[in-house]
Structures are given as C-alpha cells and as structure tokens.
C-alpha cells in the first residue's frame, strides 16, 4: 500500500499545495491503492518538500519523482498518446510547474493584501507570535528567490501579461477536446489543473484568482479533471 505524504486541504481544494493534489491524481490514472496522511512541515522529505509517496520502507519525493516511481512500476500515465504527444504533455507540465506555479506562488506570498490569510492558514499550528517570527523569515527568503527566478521584479499587471500566454496555450487544446490531449486525463491534465485549481482557489480575491473564476473553459475544465482524477 502507497501512502502519499501531502500538505492538508484548503481554500476548498485538495491540498494548499498544487503538487500535492497533482500527485492524488497521478496515482488514480495509475490506479494504485493508496492512503492519505497529512502534513503541515516539509522539512524532514526529500528535499525539504512535499508532496512524497511511502512505499514500505521507501520514500519518493516531489510529484514528478512520483510520476518516475509509478512509470517504473509499468503504470501508463498518457494512456493512448502518441510519442510526440507525449512529448507535449511533457512541456504542458513544465509550463505549469516552473511558470504558472510562481504565478501562484507571487500571488499568495508577495500580495500584501492576500498574505495575512495566507500565513495564518498555512502556518495555523504555530502559536500567533512565533508564527509571525517564523513566516518573516520564511516570506524574505522566497521572495528573494522569487526575485532571482525573476517574476518577483514584475509588476502584478505586468505577470497577468505572460500568465496569459499560457491560459491560451491550455484553452487551444481545450478547444478540441475535454481534456490537454483527447478524451482521457494524462499527467499533464494533473499538472496543470492542480495548478489552475490552486489560483482559483486563493482566498482572497486578486487579477489572478478573478482571471481564472471568470474563465468558463478554465473553470469547468478544473471541476472535469477533478471529478475524473480525485
Ligand atoms: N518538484 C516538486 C516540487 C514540490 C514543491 O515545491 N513543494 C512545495 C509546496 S508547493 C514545498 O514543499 N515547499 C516547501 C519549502 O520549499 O520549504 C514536485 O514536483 O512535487
């Protein structure tokens, strides 16, 4: 039996953590058993992230090493795809991953107006004086990340303007089909609507949570791949 180690549910979505749902859905198109524990602190898995999977004595971190884990044990996570769209679905998933998820990742923790909330759902456990040490701390240090990544230099307008690029990239395929590649969800369908999921579901609203609320393609194409993969 498979236990994946995920960051708990909020704001209404599986997991505050885009990854974290992404790897629920990978092991339902594998159609694996496993369970569910929650965790609130990364820092003893691998990498000091989250999500993970436990396997007997065995841990695998992050999503993707989660993808690796279940291809190796034979599981087709792009069921009917052809190489090049499985080539595709690769860049659909980086697209998300290392672009869209910093749009999320701004939105939640360099947004004065969002933080609060954010800092005091993430952070719940620790009582409030600490947690205000704590999350300082915590903020400073990915937001200079974010500045060195670069899209923490962008003006929140200015973030909408790129992001956009890829929501046309998503609706293009979503004209053809129900789901990124055909008829059945893939692994980047998990990818992605775990991280579109995720803006939609910021508690506070902002040009990016509206942006993907208002959006009916977006938002049906969210629900379809949650009630297919959840
Ligand atoms: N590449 C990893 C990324 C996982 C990841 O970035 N998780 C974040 C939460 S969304 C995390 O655990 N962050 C904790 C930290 O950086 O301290 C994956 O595919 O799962």
Same mark, same amino acid.
Request: some cysteine; overall charge neutral; charged content about 25%.
């Given at each position: 039996?498979?236990? !994946? ?20 859905? @990978?092991? *339902?198109?594998?159609? &694996? ?19 993970a999977i ?6 695998? +971190? ?22 090049f769209d ?19 990742? !701004?939105?939640?923790?360099? *947004? *004065?107006? &969002? ?11 620790? =009582?409030? $004086? ?7 701390? !915590? ?11 670069? =899209? +923490?230099? $962008? ?6 303007? %790129? ?14 089909? *129900?789901? @990124? ?29 509206? %942006? ?16 297919? $993969?959840?």
């Amino acid at each position: 039996m498979i236990t !994946l180690v995920a960051f708990p549910a909020m704001f209404g979505t599986r997991s505050s953590s885009p990854f974290s749902i992404k790897a629920e859905y @990978l092991l *339902n198109i594998a159609g &694996v058993s496993w369970t569910r524990r929650d965790e609130g602190d990364p820092r003893k898995w691998p990498k000091g992230k989250l999500p993970a999977i436990v396997i007997d004595a065995r841990v695998v +971190g992050g999503s993707d090493g989660i993808q690796q884990y279940l291809e190796d044990q034979g599981h087709d996570l792009h069921k009917g795809l052809s190489e090049f769209d499985k080539a595709s679905a690769h860049t659909f998933i980086r697209m998300a991953e290392e672009h869209m998820y910093f749009h999320l990742v !701004l939105d939640r923790w360099g *947004n *004065n107006d &969002v933080w609060p909330t954010i800092r005091d759902a993430y952070f719940a456990t620790i =009582l409030k $004086l600490p947690r205000l040490l704590v999350t300082r701390g !915590l903020r400073s240090k990915l937001m200079a990340g974010m500045m060195a990544q670069g =899209l +923490g230099r $962008l003006t929140p307008a200015e973030r909408m303007e %790129r992001l956009e690029h890829d929501l046309i990239a998503i609706k293009a395929a979503l004209t053809q089909s *129900n789901y @990124l590649f055909g008829e059945t969800p893939c692994a980047a369908d998990a990818s992605v609507a775990a991280v579109l999921a995720t803006m939609r579901a910021t508690p506070v609203e902002t040009i990016l949570s509206r %942006r993907i609320t208002s959006d009916q393609v977006l938002s049906s194409y969210i629900d379809r791949v949650d009630a297919a $993969l959840g």
